[in-house]
């Protein structure tokens, strides 16, 4: 990555029974690794990192119980909401907290997501 971070002690995700555990994703293209530096890119860029991540695991974005969303800044929170409802059916958006930090590993982020989700068999 362009960004020097390999080999990090966390696995991307966790499996128990039916329930799937997302660590935390951020907007990096994974087969680029450039990042957009707008936070409406880099919201779409999560969720289809996330939405690929699960699919390979057996689940989907619209089988999430809970989100946690982080961002690094508050004023991206509209910005935020509006690419991020548009990877959701209406009828079924997950529990979610969103947390101002001040700062994500990856500097370049500006929002980073982690996701417990349902697996089907």
Not at 26 to 46: F, H, K, L, P, W
Not at 87 to 103: K, L, S, W
């Amino acid at each position: 990555m362009s960004n020097g971070i390999i080999n990090l002690p966390f696995s991307k995700f966790t499996r128990q029974d039916r329930t799937i555990y997302v660590s935390g994703a951020v907007g990096r293209d994974e087969s680029t690794g450039i990042m957009s530096a707008n936070i409406g890119e880099q919201t779409q860029t999560v969720l289809q990192n996330l939405q690929r991540l699960l699919e390979t695991a057996g689940s989907s974005l619209n089988r999430c119980l809970k989100i946690n969303i982080y961002l690094t800044d508050m004023r991206y929170f509209s910005d935020m909401n509006q690419a991020y409802r548009k990877f959701f059916d209406a009828d079924h958006f997950p529990a979610r907290t969103c947390i101002a930090v001040i700062g994500l590993p990856d500097p370049e982020a500006k929002v980073e997501m982690d996701v417990i989700a349902e697996v089907s068999q």
